[in-house]
């Protein structure tokens, strides 16, 4: 690495942002140029569902750094600007605004964008006006700005997403309907007792959870603008005011592709972070990697992931390789609640509750052939600090000890057994 070598990161959102920063701290000693389509200075997501759109967190709050830290670490922005194109072999990126720039080094920090919903009545040129997606600031300002006391708001997706937005809805006093298409919410990443759980916490909060409901039309009011009933599957009409569609994220591969990068369901790297293009380094929502943990290739979508490969990028291009294989792990504020979850706990053959789930604290564990795979912790921080080395670990322990409150958790970590 010499002190003229330019790094380029196209995307700057959490693993972007954080990429800069720690390459530089890693002895980067060249320019380092943070290239990102959004205009504000990079920020934080998960916020949006939660505490900035129930009005709590300002836009200010949701801001990673200011911006005198990029200034400080002689880190270039370049905001309101899209990557177009990337030119491999002459190490060159074209952005929309006509600018070409040359790099010694790429990272790929692209993220993802809203899977789209899909279903009749859908203009063939976007969206109706009260239809929202939400994965930027501008996304939640609108989200905010249509939702008035009363509002009768329809959530498509049981998702984390999806939940969280009608926890913050309600807050707000909207009249808040969930359809979600499985037969519970949060399936794809949680055991059926956290999803039960969750359905009674909102229905008990008024919202009106509807499982197995599948979205086949919007009807469109008198303008045509605007969507004014959602059509179920079954037939079942619902009026709303507002529609917020939460069915999962696509990453934004595009550009990777068409620079001749492996992908499959996201960009591939390896446990350093580099692409299919040794140049060429991706960290973030928009990457799968191989999972030494779990044997398979995963694409994860959370904070932690996003800083850690991101790191993990920065240590690569700095000449001090480190290996990544996280343990994913994620959180998901809705009202009082705190859910942390370590793991993945799909193919799970043992469930272990400790704590009551009346008392709205406990930690629910997920075992395959008497080993812990992954724990889902709610309102009790202290424990999922545990849990995190637990699973980590894959320790063995008996059920009846894991579910006895009377022996602390920490002590299962030096006696397991
Ligand atoms: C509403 C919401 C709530 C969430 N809650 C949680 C949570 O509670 N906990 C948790 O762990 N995670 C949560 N997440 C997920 C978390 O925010 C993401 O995992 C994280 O933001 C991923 O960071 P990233 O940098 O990979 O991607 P992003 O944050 O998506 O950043 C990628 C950036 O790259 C830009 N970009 C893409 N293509 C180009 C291009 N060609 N040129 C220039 N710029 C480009 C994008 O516009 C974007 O700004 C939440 C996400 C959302 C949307």
Known sequence: M???????IVGAGTAGAELAMATRQ????????????????????PPLSKAYLSGVATAESLLLRPAGVYAKADVSLRLGVAVGDIDPEGRVVSLSDGTRLAYSRLALCTGGRPRPLSCDGMPADGKPSNLHYLR????ADAIRASLLPASRLL???GGYIGL???ASARALGA???????????LAR????????????????AGVDIRTNAIVRGLQRDATGKSARAVVCADGTVIEVDVIVVGVGMLPNVELAAAAGLEIDAGIVVDEHAVTSNPSICAAGDCTVHRSAVYGRRIRLESVPNALEQARTAAATLCGKPRAYHPVPWFWSDQYDLKLQMVGLSDGYDGFVLRGAMQTRAFTAFYLRNGSIIAADVVNRPAEFMVAKRLVAARAS???????DEAVPLRELLSQPG
């Open 155 to 157: 959530v498509v997706g």
């Open 26 to 45: 890693n002895g980067w000693a060249g320019p380092i140029v943070l290239i990102g389509d959004e205009a504000p200075l990079p920020y934080q997501r």
């Open 175 to 185: 009249a808040v309907t969930v359809l979600e298409a499985q037969p519970r919410v």
């Open 2 to 8: 010499k002190s003229t070598d330019t790094l380029l």
């Open 164 to 166: 969280e937005v009608a």
């Open 136 to 139: 930027t600031r501008a996304d």
């Open 397 to 403: 322990i008996d059920a009846d000890r894991l579910a």
């Open 189 to 204: 990443v949680t055991g059926p007792d956290l999803s039960a759980f969750y359905e009674h916490v909102h229905r008990s």
